[in-house]
C-alpha cells in the first residue's frame, strides 16, 4: 500500500534562516506528489504539485520541492523563512490507480521564531 | 477563477440533534467534491466523494450522510449528532477528467463542537 511519512513533526527555525520539511513515500511508480499547507482553522491550500515533469518543483510563496525517485523522498524547502509561514504542512501522494483518493502525510508542524 | 465556500464557519450543537453543513463551488463545471473530517491532532479522513449529481460515494461507515442536489453543490448531514462528530469539516474539490494532474482544492472549513 502507498503511504507517505512526514519524518518531523514539529520544525522550528528563526526567521530568515532555511526551512527543510522532510517526506518520504512509498510507491512502486512514479507518483502524484503534493504539499499543502494549512494555517490555523483555516483550509488546505496547495503549495507545489509533482507529476512526473520536472523533478524540482516550484511553488507558491517561495517554497520549492524535489522529486527523488532513488531517495524516495520529496523534501519541502524554502531559502528565508517568514513569520507568515507558521503553520501545519502535509505531504500528500495520489493512491495507486485512483483518479480521486489523496493519502496525507500525518503533517509536520512549523514554528518560525522572530 | 474557482472559489469554494462552505458554511456555516462553526457551528455547536447538542447531541442528538441533526447536522447540515453546506459547500457550493464556482468557476467550474462538473467536479469531483469531497467531504473530509479532520479531529483535532489527527489528519484527514476522506469521508464522501461524489463524481456527478446524485451520485456519492461513502469511504467509511459512520453516523453521517453526503448529498448532491445540483453539480456544485455538496452536503453534509446527520440525523442525530454524536460527540465523536466533533471535528474540523473540508470540503474540497478535483477537475473532472484532467490527465495527470489530481489536486484538490479545498474550502476553509467548518468547525463543529457537538456538547
Known amino acids: 500500500a502507498q503511504s507517505v511519512t512526514q519524518l518531523d513533526s514539529h520544525v522550528s527555525v528563526s526567521e530568515g534562516t532555511p526551512v527543510l520539511l522532510r517526506c518520504n513515500y512509498s510507491?512502486?511508480?512514479?507518483?502524484?506528489l503534493f504539499w499543502y499547507v494549512q494555517h490555523p482553522n483555516k483550509g488546505l491550500q496547495l503549495l507545489l504539485k509533482?507529476?512526473?515533469?520536472?523533478?524540482l518543483v516550484k511553488g507558491i510563496n517561495g517554497f520549492e520541492a524535489e522529486f527523488k525517485k532513488s531517495e524516495t523522498s520529496f523534501h519541502l524547502t524554502k531559502p528565508s523563512a517568514h513569520m507568515s509561514d507558521a503553520a501545519e504542512y502535509f505531504c500528500v501522494v495520489r493512491a495507486l490507480g485512483s483518479s480521486y483518493k489523496l493519502i496525507f502525510g500525518s503533517g509536520t508542524r512549523l514554528l518560525v521564531r522572530p | 477563477s474557482q472559489t469554494i465556500h462552505q458554511w456555516p464557519a462553526t457551528l455547536v450543537q447538542p447531541v442528538g440533534s441533526p447536522l447540515s453543513l453546506e459547500c457550493t463551488v464556482e468557476g467550474t463545471s462538473n467536479p469531483n467534491l469531497y467531504w473530509y473530517r479532520q479531529a483535532a491532532g489527527r489528519g484527514l479522513q476522506l469521508l464522501f466523494y461524489s463524481v456527478g449529481i446524485g451520485q456519492i460515494s461513502s469511504e467509511v461507515p459512520q453516523n453521517l450522510s453526503a448529498s448532491r442536489p445540483q453539480d456544485r453543490q455538496f452536503i453534509l448531514s446527520s440525523k442525530k449528532l454524536l460527540l465523536s462528530d466533533s471535528g474540523f469539516y473540508l470540503c474540497?474539490?478535483?477537475?473532472?477528467?484532467?490527465?495527470?494532474?489530481?489536486?484538490?482544492?479545498f474550502g476553509p472549513g467548518t468547525r463543529l463542537t457537538v456538547t
Open positions: 474540497a474539490w478535483s477537475p473532472r477528467g484532467t490527465s495527470g494532474s489530481y489536486e484538490q482544492y
Open positions: 510507491s512502486s511508480y512514479s507518483p502524484s
Open positions: 509533482y507529476t512526473s515533469a520536472a523533478t
